[in-house]
């Protein structure tokens, strides 16, 4: 239970730190897809093990080798 002082300065703070989690989150799956797309291209890798080992989603890593 929340027992601080919530008011709109505060619930603008945590927005803003939300939206730069999610900024963050989005800017690691895409260097994780990208570096799964240069093992498929550069060392002929097959797309769903690269996935695997660069911890992204195969669905973009196929996408993006189109």
Do not use: F, H
Request: hydrophobic residues 40%.
């Amino acid at each position: 239970m929340l027992c601080a002082k919530y008011n709109y300065k505060m619930d603008i703070a945590v927005k803003q730190e939300e939206a730069y989690q999610d900024g963050l989150d989005d800017g690691q799956v895409r260097k994780a897809v990208e570096d799964a797309v240069m093992l498929v291209q550069k060392y002929n890798t097959s797309p769903e093990t690269a996935a695997k080992d660069m911890d992204a989603p195969l669905e973009a890593v196929l996408e993006k080798l189109k």
